[in-house]
């Protein structure tokens, strides 16, 4: 394999502690090394950012919603479209592009690694044939837990060992990666049309709250020293008024202590927060809650939260919390598409434009950049969209650049047509905290590689690490006009994936080898569990046991991580 | 001796049942039984262990009429040579092979700049485009086993079309929360026929032939509590309409089945937008899903691989070097009947026999290859047609079921001596096809 040696470049390295200070990096057979023979390929980065591949925590880039979302909406198409190239497939759509596009554009921005953030387990071999199609960036995909049948009864009775041989069972047989929750409780409410908004609302017929299925899927996940903690959407998503109900579930983890061995310092990691951080009592009153959920986060240092930040952009918002969907489609009256799984889990799609010349849209837009900036810990804050719930994935130079520069903030703020109101309702004219590209490679890299546990391969750029390495044509001491570090992070000068060059000069130049990631945890052999699922699949479910499991065709180049939970 | 494979797929409808048995010879070489299926499925399987009355290779149309049989190799360069030519070729089907097959027919059409449709363009195409106009609210069919108590066969007649969808999701099954089966469960048959599915209907509405869209529009007012004028609505007297309306919304968990009286009838997409909203405006009272009964076994899979890798469910134009979709204009039959293309490559389907004329005559007109197990209308007026193993019998591969799904169909027994899959033969165009463009 080839070698390479980027020499001069500002590196910003937070496992190694190197905070912008002019070194090299080595690449050699795929990995990050001390040093290169004299035959390794010089990349000059003189006066550059180096920084290593980003690291996505929560997208949905993959699977059956997601597909749903391109093929109901052709307009999102609509002038996007590259033709084929020399070392790329046709590729259009802007909320939800192709899976060919989704490979290069995340590549093209100096991501090396993405989380498809909700797989329904009954639709995971869709998911795995839309990670194969997906070029480039290794992939995992994290199922859902939250409205399962199987851990509703097993909690229920208190069995958590049952509990854990089935997340076990579950991750393997769908290939996943992390216990993903969504809307606990509220999912399979919708299965009769309704649903949980707090956390001690009890699930219909199962009866059971989404505050006992989240402390009970956090203690089995713990139990069993996951890499990941439990991912957690939680209830009463998007309403005003829902930063309570947020705190609510985050309570539920207060004193709990990490076990694990991948250097995972959080049991619990909160998703897409801004649209958990509303306060008011109806959309006339709709203002920023993000304070007291960035206090009570500051505080408590055992979990982990992405923002979920909206770009202001015509979106396709998606999730596997039904009830918001339908919800959402009552409120500005655009296209719905839902699907109910059986024994799993409910989803649902509605196109919505986030209009900055409307009030509320105008405060989402600030609640997100507020968590961002107070947030005290940039290695437990991470920059997310929940793409494409608040914007797509392909904006993230722009919000890099809203939280690195005041002055492109407050020129929004002062652009929008409701400014005064907004600015009332939020705090963000108020904060003048810049992220630092140190701490953008902390929010970026290593801190969602150490909160998926996988800090000791990605993320950061220490000898032995996978080789995964970006240059950004881009120097945080001289940038005049803040448009310039958008422009910098949209198209990357170059971006190595285990070592080898997929971009340069921001063209994508090659495929590389992408890998799949999942988790197999080692649990003591239970009966009780195989006998259950054998009765489940025989009366229950439309399919049967045998053809449910993904074979590990679907997974070409798998990279397993073994987890002994015995 | 024999030998016993479970869990089988059926390859033939979108049920897509998963629970066949299949008995073969010790060899693994001839199908000997097939349990569960229903008479059509276990035909499919029957027939293709009848090597003796299969094509086993390629053959190309003379001039006088007759086939001559040529070598894989040939057929494969006829293909890569026709579609690497051609100008904007169409290729047409996908709907009875596998995901894999698909995908990598795709990249030939990519390379080729082909129009990539699928038997939707006759089928539910006009759904595909109603749900482009206004969503759709859907689940598994698992769900409705758990969970309906309100069924609506709309258009569609699945004794006949897809015998064991009553038996195995919606009318007969216990589930969960449906323990006592059929007698927890209302039927209403919208059929201007009385087929053999409206004889199980607890209503059954006789529409007037053409009226969908009316009847649909007055069960929505009727279940918003509106008034409805004249007695006769669509052919159903009024009274009827209320009855079913009441009986849609006093349902905790219902959902509409749907299939081509209406899809494909007057009124087309607009009939589903209305069943569609009809669904959405139910769940304002209860719980309403809505479930297209696709056809073939894979047709949802086709909409699927083409909808990760180009964005649009069916009708896309590949021609100018990027994905185009405009139903109406890019669909293959539109583009047959104004004698766009130049060159025809059909697998998985059967447009010989289910096209208008114009367009069959069109295509015998064309450089033409045919995949296709199957000697059928539309292989007899091809050039080449190259026979295949069937996928879900002599071959696995992921399909899609009706609600989306993906259940992996396995392989039961071996294709005849020296027989190509589909997937194989369109690789080894797909390479051919790389040398030509290459040049």
Redesign the interface.
Known sequence: MSEYIIKNGKVYDPKTGIKGEVSDVCIKDGKIADKVSNKAKVIDAKGKTVMAGAVEIHAHV?G?K???G?????E??LFT????GKNT??S??FS?????KTGYEYARMGFTTVMEAAMPP??A??VH??IK?TPIVDEGAFPVFGNN?FVFEYLKNNEMDNVCAYISWLLKTTKGYAVKIVNPGGSEA????ENCTTVNDPVP?FDITPAEIVKGLLTANEKMGLPHSIHIHQNNLGNPGNYETTLDTLKIAEGVKPNNKFGREQVLHSTHVQFHSYKGDSWATFESGAKEIADYFNKNKNMTMDLGCVTLDETTTMTADGPFE?HL?SLNH??????????ETSSG??PYVYDPNIKVCAIQWCIGLELGLLAKDPMRTFVTTDHPNAGPFTRYPRIYKWLMSNKSRQDMLKGFKNSDKVIAATNLASIDREITMFELAQMTRAGPAKALGLYNIFGGLAPGMDADVVVYDLDEDKVKNPEEIEKAFSAADYVFKSGTMVVEHGEVVSNGNKRTLWVDAKVPENKQVERDVQMKFL??????L??YEV?NH?VPNPYVIEVDSN | MSKTITDVICPFCGTLCDDLTVITDDEGKKILDVENACAIGAEKFLHSSDHAHRVTRPRKLQEDGSFKEITYEEAIEYTAQMLAKAKKPSMYGWSSTSCEAQSVGHEIAELCGALVDNTAAVCHGTTLVAVQNVGIPSCTLGEVKNRADRIVFWGCNPAHAHPRHMSRYSIFPRGYFTGKGQKQRKIIVVDPRCTDTASLADVHLQVEQGYDYELLQAIRAAVRGQQLTGDIIAGVPKEKVYEAAELLKSGRFGVIFFGMGVTQSLGKDHNIDAAIMLTKDLNDYTKFSIIAMRGHYNVTGSGQVLGWQFGFPYSVDLSRGFARYNPGETGTIEVLKRKEIDAFFVLGSDPGAHFPMQCVKEISQLPSVAIDPHITPTTAICKVHVPVAFVGVEVGGNCYRMDNVPIESRKVVEPPEGMMTDQQFLEAVLKRVKELKAN
């Open positions: 993959a059956p997601v597909n749903e391109r093929n109901y909406r052709p999102d198409k479209y590259q033709p084929t497939r046709m259009g759509g939800i592009p192709t899976t060919f009954l639709y071999r869709h044939e839309e199609d049948w919708w299965g009769w049309g017929y339908h489609t655009l296209k719905w598409a839902n699907v109910d799984v059986e024994l799609i509605v009366k229950f479910y439309s399919m049967n045998a053809n074979s679907y």
